[in-house]
């Protein structure tokens, strides 16, 4: 834990602790609050066939689909449990090792 509070730049383990909880939350958040939009665009697993690359195809664009949502609900439980500055950088830092920093500029 201590490589992991010198890596994020954090001193102590409580706010270690509250970290590791907004990554809980926000994954498991992301797929509730992205089921509804999912459904709504209509991926849903009984549309794909019953060929072998299916499930593939559905779990790729599943995931790409969800990923917006992470990112956003990272940033707003980060500010709810009062690590916004964090999760901010953390953010920014994630998009450009993307290629997607030009988003946060």
Partial sequence: MKKLKERWGITSNFQLLIILIVFAITGSASVWVAKP??????LDRSNFPDAAWSGWVYWTLRLILIFPFYQVLLVFFGFVFGQFKFFWEFEKKMLRVMGLGFLVK
Wanted: overall charge neutral; cysteine-free.
């Fill in 37 to 42: 939009f999912l459904a709504w665009i209509g």
